[in-house]
């Protein structure tokens, strides 16, 4: 190991407690900032994004399937959570940055170089995650759904707050569970957890992988299903990226 005293020694180590308050204060006001300027540039395009939220379900191409409202304020709210629902993913980048710049000082330097790969990664496997979702699982998780209506001989009118809500939790769950690759590179990084470890609990963690799917997936088989195979897929990368990571730790 080196004796550089900066690679030994986070940069915090004498900081005090008010001191880190004070530094969570400022991280928490630059992403409400970072967030509040997505809101107002995503609330002039909430038409826009709403419809791009409701096109999974309109290429369905059921007949007589109607989108509805049920309050007098649900238009202008939906278009409030449609717009912050945008905002949060456009200050992603952001949002990682100050959170990393926040931890960075209690980090060995020669971990503080993965910080730009961190807030490149994060948010690339977010978005793909989020792409995935809209590309693929909603659509297929929506027929499954719906074809339920048509068994019961019902024509379906869906509540537009409902709608969004379940597609938000779905984009949302599938964006942070491809994060999985880039957690268990750091926790490979600082030790926690190896290849051998992962491989030992792969039984394990399907079973959890199916626990969260149920939870964050709406109660059906096949969205399950869809989360269910890129999370062992993602568990895959991370045993191979547990390896490198171990390689570079001389593991």
């Not at 007589?64 to 980048?93: H, N, Q, R, W, Y």
């Not at 929506?142 to 209506?149: P, T």
């Not at 709406?218 to 045993?239: A, E, K, N, T």
Request: glycine share 8%.
């Amino acid at each position: 190991m080196s004796d550089d005293p900066a690679k030994r020694q986070p940069d915090n180590v004498q900081m005090p407690f008010t001191s880190h308050l004070e530094e969570l204060r400022s991280r928490l006001i630059r992403c409400t900032l970072a967030i509040g300027v997505a809101f107002l540039i995503c609330f002039q395009f909430a038409d826009e994004i709403f419809f791009a939220l409701a096109e999974p379900l309109r290429r369905l191409q059921i007949a007589d399937l109607t989108l509805i409202g049920t309050a007098v304020t649900e238009a202008f709210f939906t278009k409030m959570k449609i717009s912050f629902f945008a905002a949060i993913i456009c200050a992603l980048p952001v949002l990682l940055w100050q959170g990393w710049q926040f931890v960075g000082p209690g980090l060995y330097e020669h971990e503080k170089r993965y910080t730009r790969s961190f807030v490149f990664f994060g948010s690339f496997l977010f978005l793909a995650g989020v792409a995935f979702c809209y590309g693929i699982v909603l659509q297929k998780g929506l027929a499954f759904l719906l074809q339920r209506y048509q068994a019961l001989q019902v024509q379906p009118a869906i509540q537009v707050g409902n709608y969004l809500s379940l597609v938000m939790r779905l984009v949302v769950a599938f964006g942070v569970m491809f994060q999985l690759p880039v957690v268990t590179f750091f926790l490979a990084r600082v030790g926690l957890v190896d290849h051998r470890l992962l491989i030992h609990y792969f039984g394990y963690a399907v079973i959890g992988m199916a626990i969260i799917s149920a939870i964050l997936t709406p109660p059906d088989l096949i969205s399950q299903i869809l989360l269910m195979i890129p999370l062992s897929l993602l568990y895959g990368v991370s045993i191979g990226v547990a390896y490198v990571a171990g390689k570079k730790n001389g593991l």
